[in-house]
């Protein structure tokens, strides 16, 4: 079991009306690589400045290494920062911004430099290291901008969406860069963004927010599987949801009555009783197409309104005879395998423990 | 767009004429000032540097410059480090009446140099801090305190408000963060707003005559000079404020506009 080195207890943050963060309790293990996601606004990028010490909790603690660290200054604590904004010193060249909190810390002269062209060099811009800020390049001044908080040797770096200006290309280079780097520190990285491959491609867990609060934290797979409600269902994205009445309860079994049509979904002992009203999702991925009518318990047919292509994988967008848009998601050469005639109705079918149940 | 001839000439007209009306008079002081002839007047007389070597040789005109020079370097560094305060306190923090805070402070410009002269000399003689060369310089660092923090709070307005807080990240404690990011950061400004502060206590000319009282700076000797009678002299004296003037502008220009972008040196 890894030692927790970040605890929130009971954090609430407000700034004046405005409630930012509500009743966060998580914790952050040693060595994990952790994102926290969620819409502009959801209190992701004051949960990160709260651990850097910059904005101060209204209630609760914040304990790192066991400390509490409600009033430990900013300067005294070890969290350096990634800015969105970079924060790169732009009268500074960029070794002498990678050498500024080795400076600050009372690190003597070649000691810093040296440790500051170490870094560099492993984030391939020795090259640089003299000149200006300003001729530097997104993707270089990303990496002065990493190099420099690196340099701190800290146990935990956070990270403030640090990709979102970068070309989508470099986006995916940096990407693996900072997981390498991560595993190959083993230190923790706590990764702020509101994009959902960053955060599903990089941690190892996801803390989904929403209005201040926390609304799941899980894996990637677990996230993207059984999201735990509505708003993580809709956040993540490629996702049919399907709301109704349940009419009855079998077994684990139960039957829902939507406007498109009686479903069945496996569901826990318990979790549902008639007359409730439920939803459900079903990953895009998990539907199957056929021209046909299937023999299945869970289909509709629909029209397709539009085809989306990323690479080798299609995203169709289709809408039943009421009007529900449902998503969905393959290869591109199981698509054309199926030799599927698109004016015509397509069938949508899927098994009923591909439908995950979401709680209220 | 078709270029209108009328109205480039128009607008042409219009900037020589600015021009001419601000440097003419300077233009001819200049010249006289080089004149042998007592009197301006045209034609002119031989050249002659008669008035220069005079001005050298007057132990009181010499004294009023050293006072000028001394009561424009303090009012530079004082009315600056003002300026750079409330600018940056207006950077930093928001609380109540913020707005009334920074309209008292851009006052006293607004308010006629005469009530103001008027004002400090009862005050100063009631303090008992009257009739000093640095009665001058604080009298001067008030009145030109709100040129620097204009110019500094400009600088600081486009600065990315993290890089304060990425210096606090990486172990800065708010002084070293003073040191060695705000300050860097506004130095261009900073030298910028020294040289134009400088400019403006060089040439103030009522406030010093008030509350200078046997401590002369030029402007007060050139008020005396002419007073008198009619004497070329001013003209030369006139010659150097002139110069010292437009270099100190010059400065302030070249380092808030050119070295803005630029690398400087910490």
């Known amino acids: 079991m890894t030692k927790n080195l970040v605890v929130f ?13 509500e009743e966060m309790n998580f914790d952050i293990k040693e060595g994990e690589f952790i994102a926290i996601m969620g819409p502009s606004g959801c209190g992701k990028t004051t949960t990160l400045r709260m651990l850097a010490g910059l904005d101060a909790p209204s209630s609760g603690e914040i304990l790192i290494n066991d400390q509490v660290m409600n009033d430990v200054k900013p300067h005294e604590r070890d969290t350096p920062l990634v800015w969105q904004s970079l924060a790169l010193f732009p009268f500074l ?20 430099k040296k440790r500051a062209l170490n870094w560099l060099d492993k984030l391939g811009i020795l090259e640089f290291q003299d000149r200006d800020i300003s001729t530097l390049s997104g993707g270089q001044k990303q990496r002065v901008a990493l190099a420099r908080s690196l340099v701190m040797e800290p146990k935990m770096l956070l990270l403030d969406e640090p990709l979102s200006a970068l070309d989508a290309h470099l986006v995916i280079r940096m990407q693996s860069v900072l997981t390498q780097l991560q595993k190959e520190l083993g230190i923790t990285f706590v990764y702020v963004t509101h994009s959902q491959s960053e955060a599903f491609a990089m941690a190892d867990r996801v803390v989904i927010m929403s209005k201040g609060e926390i609304a799941q ?17 809709e956040f993540v994205g490629r996702n049919n949801i399907l709301s109704g009445t349940v009419e009855s309860v079998e077994h684990n079994r139960a039957k829902l009555n939507t406007p498109s049509g009686d479903f069945f979904v496996e569901v826990k002992a318990g979790q549902l009783t008639e007359r409730d009203s439920a939803s459900f999702v079903i990953s895009a991925d998990l539907v199957h197409l056929s021209a046909g009518e299937p023999d299945s318990k869970n289909t509709v047919a629909c029209q397709l309104i539009s085809e989306e292509f990323v690479g080798s994988m299609v995203t169709l967008f289709l809408e039943n005879a009421s009007g529900h848009e449902f998503k969905v998601q393959m290869q591109e050469r199981e698509l054309s395998k199926l030799e599927l005639d698109l004016a015509k109705p397509i069938w949508l079918s899927w098994s009923e423990c591909s439908a995950h149940v979401l709680g209220c | 767009m078709k270029k209108d001839g009328l109205l ?31 009197f301006p007047t045209i034609p002119l007389g031989e050249f002659s540097t008669e008035w220069y070597v005079k001005i050298l040789d007057d132990p009181d005109i010499l004294e009023a410059a050293l006072n000028s020079l001394i009561v424009s370097f303090s009012t530079a560094i004082l009315a600056t480090l003002l300026g750079f305060c409330t600018a940056y306190s207006d950077f930093r923090y928001n609380f109540r009446f913020k707005g009334p805070y920074l309209a008292l402070i851009l006052l ?9 002269a008027l004002a400090m000399l009862a005050w100063f003689s009631k303090i008992g801090i009257s009739g000093q060369l640095w009665s001058i310089v604080f009298a001067h660092s008030v009145l030109t305190a709100p040129f620097a923090m204009a110019i500094i709070r400009l600088r600081l307005n486009q600065m990315d408000p993290d890089l304060e807080s990425a210096a606090w990240n990486l172990g800065g404690t708010e002084w070293a963060t003073m040191r060695h990011v705000i300050f860097p950061f506004c130095k261009p400004a900073i030298i910028s707003a020294m040289c134009l502060t400088a400019a403006v206590s060089f040439d103030e000319f009522a406030v010093s005559w008030f509350v200078s009282g046997l401590n002369k700076t030029i402007p007060v000797v050139i008020l005396e000079i002419v007073q008198g009678n009619i004497d070329p002299q001013v003209n030369a004296i006139g010659t150097f404020v002139f110069l010292i003037s437009i270099t100190l502008v010059v400065l302030a220009q070249v380092f808030f506009i050119g070295r803005q972008h630029k690398k400087s040196s910490s």
Do not use: W
């Not at chain 1, 080795?102 to 070649?110: D, N, P, S, T």
């Open chain 2, 108 to 116: 006293p410009p607004t308010i006629p140099l005469i009530i103001m």
């Open chain 1, 9 to 21: 207890d009971k954090i609430h943050k407000s700034f004046g009306n405005f409630v930012a963060v």
């Open chain 1, 217 to 233: 934290i899980g894996s990637p797979r677990d996230i993207y599987r059984e999201p735990a409600n509505q708003f993580v269902a």
């Open chain 1, 93 to 112: 060249t960029a070794r002498e911004n990678v050498e500024f909190g080795l400076k600050m810390r009372g690190v003597e002269k070649a000691e810093r």
């Open chain 2, 8 to 38: 480039n000439v128009v607008l042409g007209g219009y900037v020589v004429l600015v021009f001419l009306f601000i440097f003419a008079p300077i233009f001819f002081s200049i010249v006289f000032s080089f004149n042998s002839q007592r």
